[in-house]
């Protein structure tokens, strides 16, 4: 099954609960615009190298576009679009101001040099500048994208555009950047875990936690439910995965990655498969790297009870039904990782109020956009007896379908 058609089949089921009308239905499945573009420079060995870059604009019924931009061998068009439409759904499920939107470059990061990674970014800037703004679509980090390339995107865009730095978010503190903002998606993962944990009777001291992905979002979320006292037990990233039943020292793991790029080789815990993450006998499983990891293929053999998907769209339909029917409580992505855009958010404020907000009071904006959004998405989730997956659907289609007939579409 392709990404977007996973997306699209989340969407008609939540839509067919609200009786979204046709026409309103043709208006949120089609992006408003998609743009691809030729990436071309001059690699440090003096050869031309060109690239795919993309950006798709999905819906602005509720305000700005607004959406990561990922680097990965993997992206193409359809990925993004799906991703796009994801954030629709996502900023409107925690009630920010804006639409959806998402990026890609077809690249692998960790293959090429800094420079030519900043020249990448320079030139696909040069050809997106003009359809991105603080008002129109604003780009922000993902999959193999750092606040530095952020930096990069508030410069490029500025030698168009003037001083701007409310384009892009996710920048380096700084320069412009919000304090909190690279731990935002870890920590609303976390929090939200917390919550789940509290609601089905479960004591964080009591939980065994697997995660898969220790880049941004991997990483925060580790070290938020350790400090909190769960026993994170398995860790990985693209070398594979790292098991120790007694609990891994996430801080050491993160010293041990920054001085090595990467897990491998850290010896101080069972080196398994990535797939064995996903299957570990835990009490919480935590995807927090790649989608679609989770699948009709695997989906018997996961023994967590409780999903948490910090990552993007790592469980396909037929799995997440299988899942549901199994009593597994899966906390969809619009929500769990909810907290990135939340903190770009606050971000994009600070940028127009030219004003810096303190660590302290982001972390307390955050918990309370989390923690009210977790509530509604479960009290809908009971109120109509459907997983939280559709719950979530039917709060954010909700709100952009309201916004979509309120703002006419004549
Ligand atoms: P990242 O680039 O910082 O880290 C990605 C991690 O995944 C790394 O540890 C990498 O080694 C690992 N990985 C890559 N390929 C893998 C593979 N084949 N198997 C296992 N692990 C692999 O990315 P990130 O920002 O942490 O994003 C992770 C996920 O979270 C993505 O799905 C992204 O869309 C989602 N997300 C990120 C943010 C954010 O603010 N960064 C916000 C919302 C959602």
């Known amino acids: ?121 320079r030139a696909f800037i040069d050809g997106i500048h003009d359809v991105i703004g603080p008002d129109i679509d604003i780009p922000a980090p993902d ?61 964080p001291q009591q939980t065994r936690v697997a995660i898969q992905g220790f880049g941004n979002v991997g990483f925060h979320t580790a070290k938020f439910l350790s400090d909190a006292e769960c026993k994170i037990v398995a860790a990985s990233d693209v070398s594979g995965g790292y098991y120790k039943p007694d609990g891994l020292d996430i801080p050491a793991m993160l010293r041990y990655s920054l001085q090595n790029k990467g897990l491998s080789g850290y010896a101080e815990a069972e080196l398994i498969t990535n797939e064995q993450v996903l299957e570990l006998d835990v009490d919480c499983l935590i995807p927090a790297a790649l989608g679609g990891v989770i699948t009709s293929k695997n989906a018997a053999k996961i023994r967590a009870p409780i999903i948490i998907e910090a990552a993007n769209s790592p469980t396909y339909p037929d799995a997440d039904d299988e899942l549901h029917a199994r009593g597994i409580v899966v906390l969809p992505d619009i929500l769990a990782n909810a907290g990135g855009v939340t903190g770009s958010y606050f971000e994009w ?19 309370a956009v989390m923690t009210k959004s977790f509530e509604r998405v479960w009290e809908v989730a009971n109120e109509r007896r459907v997983s939280l997956r559709t719950a979530a659907y039917i709060v954010g289609i909700g709100r952009v379908g309201r916004a979509t007939v309120l703002g006419g579409i004549a």
């Open 349 to 367: 404020v600070q940028n127009r109020q030219h004003y810096q907000w303190t660590l302290d009071r982001v972390r307390q904006e955050l918990d």
């Open 143 to 203: 999959m193999g994208t750092t606040a530095e390339v952020m930096a990069w995107i508030m410069n490029q865009y500025g030698k168009y555009h003037g001083f701007n730095p409310g384009v892009v978010t996710g920048k380096p503190v700084e320069m412009h950047g919000l304090p909190g903002r690279e731990e935002a998606t870890g920590r609303g993962v976390g929090t939200l875990t917390l919550k789940t944990l509290s609601r089905l009777g479960r004591k």
């Open 1 to 121: 099954m392709k990404a977007i058609d996973s997306t699209e089949l989340y969407f008609n089921r939540a839509a067919d609960l609200l009786d979204l009308s046709d026409n309103i239905r043709t208006l949120l499945i089609q992006p408003k615009r998609e743009v691809q573009v030729q990436v071309a420079i001059e690699r440090d060995n003096g050869e031309i190298a060109t690239y795919v870059g993309y950006r798709v604009q999905h819906d602005d019924a509720r305000g700005p576009m607004k959406g990561g931009l990922r680097y990965h061998p993997d992206v193409d068009l359809d990925e993004v679009r799906s991703l796009a439409a994801l954030m629709t759904w996502k900023t409107a499920v925690v009630n920010l101001p804006y639409g959806g939107a998402k990026g890609g470059i077809s690249v692998d990061p960790t293959k090429i040099s800094r420079r030519e990674l900043e020249k990448i970014t």
